[in-house]
């Protein structure tokens, strides 16, 4: 049974809460721009109180593993109300341990984009009813327990990114944003395909997950359909060969865009891959001597690898942090496929404490630095010694890096960790290849804080004319997302034990049904 | 209405006498549909049927020709205020005619029927697209338009000729009973002309050429119509008469999966049919429109290539052969109409303002005329196949039905595949039209104004759009229940 449309237990209000945004934000004259900043900043903050009092009411059921015991994890939030019987799609909701901080982070980017946007003046009302459409449709995403409700609410979120970008954006803005569209669109396409092959498998007659979950799919045609879906959402992950869009789409992009398409869209990517296709493909993973788990960690670990040394050698700032986006995805990838517990916590850690990382670092770049100097390139930055003008922004982008390095304290360490543990179990020659990934990361995080704001004295920064000064959006928005970096860090149980009780009834459904 | 124009408006200024007559057109529709509507009161699904079924009128066909009746009064509307020609009683007076032949179209099982209905239809598009006075490139479409369509004609009366000949029935079921056996030679060439005459109705490519020139010589309110309502009927028909009257003609494209996985090729069998006939038209239809789309300039000509792109989709459905299919056709029709009269609509609303309807000419338009370019953000998304508007539902519909019509082989799942890899692609001319609309600074800083009379009929289609999205289901249960209460198909 739903629970009541006012209550604390619908998390679906997450998504109205939007929607409303939108349209309150388009029913106010373009010329109030404050109070169209507020609206949207109000709507945004409102979802995350949602999301946050979620996570925290859901409790881990005890005891009891398989089928039954999942289907209980979702039920607190469950929310199933019809929608298209004559497909057999429902509006089928839920929430368990994975999903929900995925819910709490969207709602954190969402509010810290926004208060980093503040200095938006261009078409201001089109600007933030975009953001809000696109923060809406990945609320739907993490919430949806029908493949085609999740598919449409993963459609749903691919035109937004391309007008922000287009309208908004800088450098080659329109460019980079046909390319992520194509990009993003393309695959899901794949996606498509693997959806109607799926339901007409199994009968169709239900496009429900967990429905879906108990047929028993043949093995050939998992074998077929598994690539289709996790390739086709891994384009979104940033999955090395088709990362190209990452870098190039969050660079043009204006700094909100930046921080959600690295922070939580990426993410998207990585949650359908999970959600549907290791869900319901187990098998293809371990068939064939386990061809595709073997692909797929290794064109992971290549992601970390590349995306690492790419970073290293960047001339603009922003594409550092681009490249380094597709670096720490491949970490969420590669516990992907480790099907044990400890990696796939891992891999939702990684995916939550990325979230962070990267709208910090985009945030800071993109707002703190490139909003004021307007130059990215490191080679320009070098000769202002940043640290003298922004102390502020030297601060944040130290502590974001140390924490994109995996240092202890820091949420990223954590689900590295975990990461590489679980893959040590199947793949250890990898696991030591992605160790070197790690010390390059050190080593292009460093090289970039160097040059961009200790560059050399001397060289005519002193006579640069003053920034403008740090605003407080910029450093509430800050202190926010540091506090969330250092506060998982030191108690990642906060998040873990919710991440680890799904996980741990995610791998048992999967493992029963491999033979 | 050629009466009223002549005898009594003569004197009149041009302006009043289109509102006059477009008046009256309008009125004569709205009440052609309260007529329609209250024999759906009637219980039952036949209304009327004769011997040689030359007209049944069942439920289905009395909803068909609600459908038509309001896309006709739809493009009349556009038509009123969009200046081209003088000759408004004629110009009226023969979109009437194609509509009368529309609705014999869509309630017809007989092949004579079908054949006269069609021709009344087309002779009246081929003048109204010639009616835009002074352009070149009216008289050219409307040139092309004619000598395609009356090759076509031919082929598929020569078509009929032989398949009418060899079985002796005219009517669809007597047909599907005389075909029942299978195909010979005689009757598989018959089958071929008739397909390809189908084809060039459709525009299926390869035999769309005429569409790009029609659709953007055209006046925009006969482009608007020639794209919805003849459209919506010709594909009815087409799928009428392949799925009943040749059932037993189907044959199949299924991609041979087991084979190839085995090593057999040799063992696939390739079943000559209309499925093998339609599988090629609709493959080749898919890649080229969308391609072909790319390069256009002009926004009614690249929205001419994308409704050939749209013919390939929807061939997929007719493919599926059984009533689930049809049915999806239908809703995909439905979806399809609403969604492109939208998007000619705004276009013809603008057109005068803007100074033209090319891609560029759009420029800036969320800055001249926010309300517009919302407008067609909505019916340019749904065409692209977004959600949550109709165009995403109608086409996953679409393909779903199409691969569950064959689940354990899934032998149509590759025509799947080059569906969306083309609209993979489509994407990016939908997108194009968008950025000029949204993205581009204007060229002209002048606010465009555009009347209510234009505005009230795109909104209510734009929220048409929004609820066939994301509510699908009246829509899919009314055309089930239709489907299967005409109980064409078995």
Known sequence: ?515 | MLLVDVGLLRAKEPASRAAWIGGLTVLGLVGVLALLGQHLAVTGDLYFMDRDRVLVIDRLAIVLRIIIVALALGASLLSIRYPFTKHYGEYFALLLFATVGLNLLVATENLLMFFVALELLSVCLYALTGMHRGVLRSAEGAVKYFMVGALSSAFLLFGLSWIVGSTGATDLPALRDALAGGGNALRLTGLVFVVVGLGFKLAAVPFHTWTPDAYQGAPTPVTAFIATASKVASFVVGAKILLVGFAGMAGSAHWPWRELSSGTFGAARIEPGWVLLLAVLAAASMIWGNLAALTQKNVKRMLAYSSIAHTGYLLLGVMAANQAGLTAVLAYLVAYAVTTLGAFGVVAALTRQLGGDDLEDLDGLARRAPGMALLLLVFVLSLAGIPPLAGFIAKFNLFAVAVRADAQELGLLWLVFVGLAGSAVSLYYYVLILKHALVHAPRRSDPVRVDTLWMVPLVVLAVLVVVIGAWPQPLLELFGALVEGAGLIR
């Open chain 1, 1 to 515: 049974m739903n629970a009541p449309l006012f209550s604390l237990a619908r998390l679906d209000w997450t998504i109205y809460l939007s929607w409303i945004g939108v349209l309150a934000v388009l029913l106010i004259p373009a010329g109030k721009k404050e109070a169209i900043r507020w609206t949207a900043l109000a709507f945004a903050a409102a979802s995350l109180v949602v999301a946050c009092v979620g996570l925290f009411t859901w409790a881990p059921a005890t005891g009891g593993s398989g089928m039954d015991a999942l289907r209980a994890s979702f039920k607190p939030f469950e929310v199933t109300l019809p929608w298209i019987p004559a497909l057999g799609a429902s509006y089928h909701l839920g929430a368990d341990g994975i999903s929900l901080p995925l819910l709490v982070l969207t709602g954190v980017v969402a509010v810290t984009g926004i208060l980093f946007s503040w200095n938006q003046e261009n078409r201001v009302k089109e600007f933030f009813a975009f953001l809000l459409l696109l923060v809406s449709g990945v609320y739907g995403v993490f919430l949806s327990l029908d493949v085609l409700l999740l598919f449409a609410f993963y459609e749903l979120a691919i035109i937004p990114k391309y007008f922000i970008i287009a309208i908004w954006g800088s450098t080659r803005k329109e460019y980079a944003a046909m390319k992520l569209v194509l990009y993003s669109f393309a695959g899901s396409s794949l996606v498509f395909v693997g959806i109607i092959a799926l339901w007409a498998k199994a009968g169709g007659t239900t496009f429900d997950l967990l429905a879906l979950k108990e047929v028993a799919f043949a093995t050939d045609f998992q074998v077929f359909c598994f690539p289709l879906i996790f390739v086709g959402f891994a384009v979104l992950a940033g999955m090395w060969p088709f990362h190209t869009w990452a870098p190039t789409g969050h660079s043009a992009a204006p700094t909100a865009a930046s921080m959600l398409l690295a922070g939580v869209v990426m993410k998207l990517g990585a949650y359908g891959c999970l959600r549907v296709g290791i869900f319901l493909f187990p098998e293809a993973l371990t068939a064939y001597g386990g061809f595709w788990q073997l692909t797929i960690a290794v064109l992971a670990v290549i992601g970390i690898v590349y995306g690492a040394g790419a970073a290293l050698v960047q001339r603009d700032f922003k594409f550092v942090v681009g490249y380094s986006s597709v670096s720490h995805m491949g970490f969420v990838l590669l516990g992907l496929v480790t099907l044990n517990t400890v990696g796939l916590d891992g891999a939702v850690l990684q995916m939550f404490s990325h979230g962070i990382v990267a709208s910090l670092l985009f945030a800071t770049v993109g707002r703190m630095v490139y909003d004021r100097t307007h130059t990215r390139e490191l080679s320009e930055l070098r000769s202002m010694r940043l640290v003298t003008q922004l102390p502020f922004a030297a601060v944040v982008f130290i502590i974001g890096g140390l924490a994109s390095m995996g240092l202890p304290g820091f949420s990223g360490f954590v689900a590295e960790m975990q990461v590489l543990v679980g893959a040590w179990q199947h793949f250890p020659w990898l696991t030591i290849i992605t160790g070197a990934g790690i010390v390059v990361t050190v080593w292009y995080t460093f090289r970039a804080f160097l040059t961009a704001f200790f560059g050399e004295s001397g060289a005519g920064g002193e006579h640069l004319e003053p920034l403008p000064p740090i605003t407080w959006q910029e450093r509430t928005a800050s202190f926010i997302l540091l506090a969330l970096l250092v506060l998982v860090g030191v108690l990642p149980s906060i998040l873990l034990d919710r991440i680890d009780a799904s996980a741990q009834l995610f791998i048992n459904s999967i493992t029963q049904a491999i033979p």
